[in-house]
């Protein structure tokens, strides 16, 4: 049988193999070390902005930083009002009255965010956020404003906690995990602020510098963002781990379910079309039995890194089970979904270690064109489609009639 199998690939799937280590050999020694400066290249954008974050990443994100700012903006709600009997030993009546009211004031807004029910005023992460510190950056200028009219700006009095707390402000960023552009708007907000009281109430910096004022607040700033990202960082890396397979990098079965299910949720939503790709690779368990087990984890990593770069970045590619690979592919109709299955077979998905093309028989099932209203029908039809692929010979593409040879010479 298994000398059957070597014999079975003709000679356009070996001139396939051949043109595939002719174009990978010249890229051999650098490889590792390309694929390292992209992996870096990656990394940093991830951390600059979050156009090319995970979804399921995103998601788990976006989770954090609201349960932060909920439980952040309830424990404000309570120091706000406890610090009153303070303000009552240290500024004379009227005046702490008058901060009173503003305390009442911000209290409510912290109490606002923090019961917020669910899902209720949903925002970005930057946005979230902001509208979290623009509550004490508020009530900073309110009580500055009071204290300047009565006069009580000792610097060495209660007004200085007043006067910093933009810096305090500034130095909480660093507990929420923002990309390196969300962390300006905040940033820039306290800093906003702190300028505008420099300008406007010099008196409180006690012959303090204004400007090394601001550099300060301009550091500390600095410094928590940079936190926040090593907090982004590690989420980002945590989140890969449970949501990526551990030998191709390509998605779990659950995970890509999940993504699935919301993508053809949406496309039947907007009548867009939805197509998916099954693909399984052909007699593979003899790569293991033959080669053994190291071969074929070999193969398997190659076939990830194919299917990674035959595919768009919004394209769900999954590790289905064992050999078995599922790709969704989002907006696209059944004819481009052909299309992406001969693209695929343009790039090849690499050879067995005796030098013979690795094949893969592959359904494709597409949302409209197949009628189909349920992701899990979607998906059985594009199983079975693989499996005619199978019974017709292996190394085929099945849609809609007889299945295609998918393996051959480019021309």
Same mark, same amino acid.
């Given at each position: 049988?298994?000398?059957?199998?070597?014999?079975?690939?003709?000679?356009?799937?070996?001139?396939?193999?051949?043109?595939?280590?002719?174009?990978?050999?010249?890229?051999?020694?650098?490889?590792?070390?390309?694929?390292?400066?992209?992996?870096?290249?990656?990394?940093?954008?991830?951390?600059?902005? +979050?156009?090319?974050?995970?979804?399921?990443?995103?998601?788990?994100?976006?989770?954090?930083?609201?349960?932060?700012?909920?439980?952040?903006?309830?424990?404000?709600?309570?120091?706000?009002?406890?610090?009153?009997?303070?303000?009552?030993?240290?500024?004379?009546?009227?005046?702490?009255?008058?901060?009173?009211?503003?305390?009442?004031?911000?209290?409510?807004?912290?109490?606002?965010?923090?019961?917020?029910?669910?899902?209720?005023?949903?925002?970005?992460?930057?946005?979230?956020?902001?509208?979290?510190?623009?509550?004490?950056?508020?009530?900073?200028?309110?009580?500055?404003?009071?204290? +300047?009219?009565?006069?009580?700006?000792?610097?060495?009095?209660?007004?200085?906690?007043?006067?910093?707390?933009?810096?305090?402000?500034?130095?909480?960023?660093?507990?929420?995990?923002?990309?390196?552009?969300?962390?300006?708007?905040?940033?820039?907000?306290?800093?906003?602020?702190?300028?505008?009281?420099?300008?406007?109430?010099?008196?409180?910096?006690?012959?303090?510098?204004?400007?090394?004022?601001?550099?300060?607040?301009?550091?500390?700033?600095?410094?928590?963002?940079?936190?926040?990202?090593?907090?982004?960082?590690?989420?980002?890396?945590?989140?890969?781990?449970?949501?990526?397979?551990?030998?191709?990098?390509?998605?779990?079965?659950?995970?890509?379910?999940?993504?699935?299910? +919301?993508?053809?949720?949406?496309?039947?939503?907007?009548?867009?079309?939805?197509?998916?790709?099954?693909?399984?690779?052909?007699?593979?368990?003899?790569?293991?039995?033959?080669?053994?087990?190291?071969?074929?984890?070999?193969?398997?990593?190659?076939?990830?890194?194919?299917?990674?770069?035959?595919?768009?970045?919004?394209?769900?590619?999954?590790?289905?089970?064992?050999?078995?690979?599922?790709?969704?592919?989002?907006?696209?109709?059944?004819?481009?979904?052909?299309?992406?299955?001969?693209?695929?077979?343009?790039?090849?998905?690499?050879?067995?270690?005796?030098?013979?093309?690795?094949?893969?028989?592959?359904?494709?099932?597409?949302?409209?064109?197949?009628?189909?209203?349920?992701?899990?029908?979607?998906?059985?039809?594009?199983?079975?489609?693989?499996?005619?692929?199978?019974?017709?010979?292996?190394?085929?593409?099945?849609?809609?009639?007889?299945?295609?040879?998918?393996?051959?010479?480019?021309?």
């Amino acid at each position: 049988m298994l000398a059957g199998l070597q014999q079975e690939p003709n000679e356009a799937m070996s001139e396939t193999v051949q043109r595939h280590a002719e174009r990978t050999a010249p890229q051999a020694a650098g490889g590792s070390l390309a694929a390292k400066a992209r992996t870096a290249w990656r990394q940093l954008g991830e951390l600059v902005g +979050s156009h090319d974050h995970p979804p399921a990443a995103q998601r788990e994100r976006v989770d954090l930083i609201q349960r932060r700012v909920r439980l952040i903006a309830a424990i404000f709600a309570v120091l706000t009002l406890a610090w009153i009997p303070i303000d009552a030993l240290t500024v004379w009546w009227p005046y702490w009255g008058d901060i009173m009211w503003g305390r009442f004031a911000a209290a409510l807004a912290f109490l606002a965010l923090a019961a917020r029910p669910k899902g209720w005023l949903r925002l970005p992460p930057a946005f979230e956020v902001t509208l979290l510190i623009s509550v004490p950056l508020g009530f900073f200028l309110y009580t500055n404003d009071v204290l +300047s009219i009565s006069g009580f700006h000792n610097p060495l009095a209660v007004s200085t906690v007043y006067f910093y707390l933009p810096f305090v402000v500034a130095a909480g960023l660093s507990i929420f995990p923002l990309t390196a552009l969300e962390a300006a708007l905040p940033a820039a907000l306290a800093i906003g602020a702190m300028t505008l009281a420099v300008e406007v109430w010099p008196q409180f910096l006690g012959g303090q510098s204004g400007l090394a004022t601001i550099w300060r607040i301009i550091l500390i700033a600095g410094i928590s963002a940079l936190a926040g990202m090593s907090q982004l960082r590690f989420l980002l890396r945590l989140t890969g781990e449970a949501t990526r397979d551990g030998l191709t990098g390509l998605l779990t079965r659950r995970v890509g379910e999940e993504l699935l299910d +919301s993508q053809f949720s949406y496309a039947k939503r907007n009548k867009l079309p939805f197509s998916l790709l099954f693909v399984d690779l052909d007699r593979f368990k003899l790569v293991n039995d033959q080669f053994g087990h190291k071969a074929g984890d070999d193969v398997l990593i190659q076939v990830g890194r194919t299917l990674t770069e035959a595919f768009r970045r919004a394209d769900i590619v999954i590790r289905w089970g064992g050999e078995e690979f599922v790709v969704g592919l989002p907006g696209t109709d059944a004819v481009s979904a052909q299309r992406a299955a001969q693209r695929l077979a343009e790039l090849g998905l690499g050879a067995r270690p005796d030098g013979v093309a690795m094949t893969a028989s592959i359904g494709i099932a597409e949302r409209e064109t197949d009628g189909v209203e349920r992701l899990r029908a979607l998906i059985e039809l594009a199983d079975s489609r693989m499996y005619q692929a199978k019974q017709a010979g292996r190394n085929r593409v099945c849609f809609k009639g007889a299945p295609e040879l998918w393996l051959h010479a480019a021309k």
